[in-house]
């Protein structure tokens, strides 16, 4: 770079918002950037904005990282202007031997020399994101000699009921292989080596110098033969790769007209992915990169493929494509709630547990009793007295006898992780559908105290004004379907979870005592539950013990 070039900042523009986080970084040190290049992807709430060069350049370094909170002015990385290096720079007196200094030539004077068309130039090849923390290796498609194409799948990893294949970048030849079959990877694992000199493609890496000829010239190599576009890679200048394309042209074309950023894009290109598979969650529709992950994600923890008639389908959810139900007659679309359509993949996730319900009954009619008795002093404090407080209260007692329902399993599924405090989630049905906030702590809470919290957190969730640690870090549930009618449900329990509590209306029946029937109020319970960590005795003694303490809440002073 010529001594009179000038570097410069760049810095955060207006981006309408007081703060934004750092989400992508598109460039690396050493890139050439041209005006209006995206340079990196900062988001705030659901939206996301790529932030332009002001000018070309080559960069110099980077200033933030990702996760960085940034804000209008803050410096984002430093550029170097390209103006001035058009001419070799001379040796100065002092400097070391010629060859080492010797300037390289320009591409378009370059002619490859024997060595460098011979000189394979190698490149790593790494696990993509796959949404996931870690894969198995299930197959090894090539092996060490064989010539690969661009997109060409080389690998396949496996989690939980679905497989993704991992295609090559490039074109080249397999050098080595990093990996075994059964090993388990991660994003930027290393799994084998291409050679970039072989007889069935060659990776491109081209020369840039800092000149609009050179630029124009290495844009007019690549549309050239393969043959007639290799050059040997110089250390001493920037390189950059070929971006590679490893999406079939149908899917291609339609994700042309989807709305996403440039990164959005080859994100999409790299893993394979048809955007318009994909649900966007940006302002106006537009497709974030999280999105593409989470598309992925699903494909990898789903059964993504069954047979329909002798042929294959594949759906996101597992579930086969909707029938055309047109020649049944009209019919029309309506948008979930966005409650409801959070709730998707959190419900999809029972897929996966093994779960059994427990019923059993409750005898609460001196604890209805008492509820009435109170409930009056109560009221003049402001503050509803219901059944569920004391429900709360011998629930949050029952679990610190029986905390392996107070628990999560593992990832290694050979441990659970319990929890030492308590905190129950609270299903509260609202305009929008069903949101559970987290009563904290209620083993350590008076019954007034539960009942004063269980309506502010009602009613925080009717005006929709909870906040994120309203709603997060609980260990068990209970879901009460209070007056709306019925005898008995089975609750999904809430993963992480490994427990929870459906409470339906409860009803006078006649119960014999030994000697004649009775009318009792019988609360129904249904304890729903993970067997993976929950025996079935292990569930009764639960409902069980639970139907005693609200027979006699008493028993909770014990």
Do not use: C
């Not at 906030?437 to 005006?463: C, F, H, T």
């Not at 019925?486 to 006078?508: D, E, H, R």
């Amino acid at each position: 770079m010529s001594a009179n070039n000038q570097s410069y900042e760049v810095k955060t523009p207006d981006l309408g918002v007081e703060k934004a986080e750092v989400s992508e970084i598109l460039v690396k040190v050493g890139d050439k950037v041209e005006k209006n290049q995206s340079l990196l992807v900062v988001e705030s709430a659901k939206a996301s904005v790529e932030v332009p060069s002001p000018a070309d350049g080559v960069v110099e370094a980077i200033l933030i990282k990702l996760g960085d909170m940034v804000q209008e002015g803050v410096a984002l990385f430093t550029l170097s202007s390209s103006t001035a290096a058009a001419a070799p720079v001379p040796a100065p007196v002092e400097s070391k031997p010629v060859e080492e200094t010797k300037p390289v030539a320009p591409v378009a004077d370059a002619k490859p020399t024997a060595e460098s068309s011979s000189a394979p130039t190698s490149q790593s090849v790494e696990v993509p994101d796959l949404g996931v923390d870690q894969a198995d290796i299930s197959e090894i498609l090539v092996k060490v000699g064989d010539v690969v194409t661009a997109g060409q799948s080389l690998v396949v990893v496996e989690s939980a009921k679905a497989s993704v294949e991992i295609p090559s970048p490039a074109a080249g030849t397999v050098e080595s292989i990093a990996v075994t079959q059964g090993q388990t990877v991660k994003q930027g694992v290393a799994l084998l080596v291409l050679s970039g000199s072989s007889g069935g493609g060659v990776t491109k890496i081209t020369q840039l110098s800092a000149s609009d000829k050179d630029a124009q010239t290495s844009a007019a190599a690549e549309k050239a033969p393969a043959v007639e576009t290799k050059t040997q890679a110089v250390s001493t200048a920037p390189q950059v790769a070929q971006t590679q394309s490893v999406i079939a042209s149908e899917d291609l074309s339609q994700n042309a007209d989807v709305y996403a950023g440039p990164a959005v894009r080859q994100t999409a290109r790299q893993l394979g992915v048809n955007l318009t598979k994909v649900k966007a969650s940006g302002l106006n529709g537009r497709i974030l990169k999280e999105d593409v992950y989470a598309y992925v994600k699903q494909r990898l923890t789903t059964a993504a493929a069954a047979s329909v008639g002798g042929g294959t389908f594949t759906a996101a959810s597992g579930l086969p494509p909707l029938p055309d139900l047109s020649k049944w007659g009209a019919s029309h679309d309506e948008p979930l709630t966005r409650l409801q359509q959070a709730a998707i993949p959190q419900l999809s996730l029972n897929l996966y547990m093994p779960q059994v319900t427990q019923f059993d009954h409750a005898d609460i009619t001196e604890l209805e009793a008492l509820r009435i008795e109170l409930k009056d002093g109560y009221k003049k404090a402001g503050i509803g007295l219901t059944i569920l407080a004391f429900i709360a209260k011998a629930t949050a007692h029952l679990l610190l006898q029986e905390p392996r329902f107070n628990s999560h399993l593992n990832d290694d599924n050979k441990s659970i992780k319990v929890r030492e405090e308590i905190h129950l989630g609270i299903a509260v049905a609202t305009d929008d559908g069903l949101i559970v906030p987290v009563l904290r702590n209620p083993d350590r809470l008076s019954i007034r105290e539960i009942a004063k919290q269980l309506g502010e957190l009602g009613q925080k969730a009717r005006d929709k004004k909870l906040g994120p640690n309203d709603l997060s870090g609980a260990t068990f549930t209970i879901s009460s379907l209070g007056a709306m009618g019925g005898t008995g449900f089975t609750p999904l329990v809430n993963w992480p979870q490994v427990a929870i509590l459906g409470l339906s209306p409860a009803a006078m029946q006649p119960i014999w005592d030994g000697q004649a029937f009775q009318p009792r109020l019988m609360l129904p319970l249904s304890l729903s539950y993970d067997h993976r960590v929950i025996n079935g005795v292990d569930a009764a003694r639960f409902a069980r013990s639970l139907a005693v303490l609200l027979g006699d809440l008493r028993r909770v002073l014990l």
